[in-house]
């Protein structure tokens, strides 16, 4: 592979990670906290992709007026060596940037939530809920406040919270978030079941908006042992998948 070449592809892959870190695109493989490092990374390759392309061109501007640098690519003299044919087959390095801007992978779903350990661990400590009611709350903080902190900072408070439905084999229904520490290669998902008020027909991976209380009941997960509590729902809803489909507050 030439420099031309090699310019052309980090061109190439500095384009796709720019595209994906000003779109949403980039949240299906790493986390929000991630994108200013996306950003300088693709600067970085644009600027030497373009970087690279002007120093050839210079180069075989000088070449052209017999200033060769006899660099191996000229003779000395300003004459041109034998150039031999770029082989076609580096082009396909192209070819997973295509796929990456132009067929976004989905978030991970509920097959995963249902062949993968919950990952809920003991978290260090609670903030206080605000106030409002029903308060709004996340997955993950929900299931470390009911089942490590016995619920006792959730007495008294109706909670609202969103996740994708996963169905066990068994049927019992689960509301689901996939937590995260860096990138959608090691998310494992945290799991609440849900009883009470449940709608009737609940379709897996789609989203939902919970509303619910505290309940003491609690059960393990088949696959890994793990903790899992339970939500006595009052109130549920469909929503669209939210902008970032993973959750962040899981720390490992």
Request: glycine residues 10%; proline residues 8%.
């Amino acid at each position: 592979m030439n420099r031309q070449t090699q310019a052309a592809v980090l061109l190439l892959i500095g384009v796709a990670l720019l595209h994906g870190a000003l779109t949403d695109l980039y949240l299906r493989y790493v986390k929000e906290g991630l994108r200013p490092l996306l950003l300088a990374a693709g600067t970085l390759l644009v600027v030497t992709a373009l970087a690279t392309a002007w120093y050839e061109w210079r180069r075989a501007r000088r070449e052209e007026r017999g200033t060769g640098t006899g660099d191996g690519t000229g003779d000395g003299d300003g004459t041109r060596g034998h150039a031999h044919r770029e082989s076609r087959v580096s082009w396909l390095l192209v070819l997973p940037l295509f796929a990456l801007v132009l067929v976004a992978p989905p978030a991970l779903g509920s097959y995963s939530a249902t062949h993968t350990g919950t990952a809920l661990q003991q978290p260090y400590g609670y903030a206080e809920l605000p106030a409002g009611d029903p308060v709004p709350i996340g997955l993950v903080d929900y299931a470390g406040r009911a089942f490590y902190g016995h619920g006792r900072s959730l007495e008294g408070r109706s909670v609202r919270l969103t996740g994708f439905v996963a169905v066990t084999p068994s049927g019992t229904p689960y509301l689901v978030r996939m937590a995260l520490n860096c990138c959608a290669a090691d998310a494992r998902p945290v799991k609440i079941g849900l009883t009470g008020n449940i709608p009737p027909v609940l379709q897996p991976n789609a989203w939902l908006e919970v509303t619910g209380r505290y309940t003491a009941r609690r059960t393990r997960d088949p696959v890994n042992d793990g903790p899992i509590p339970f939500l006595r729902v009052t109130a549920a809803r469909p929503v669209p998948t939210p902008r970032d489909p993973y959750d962040e507050t899981w720390n490992n």
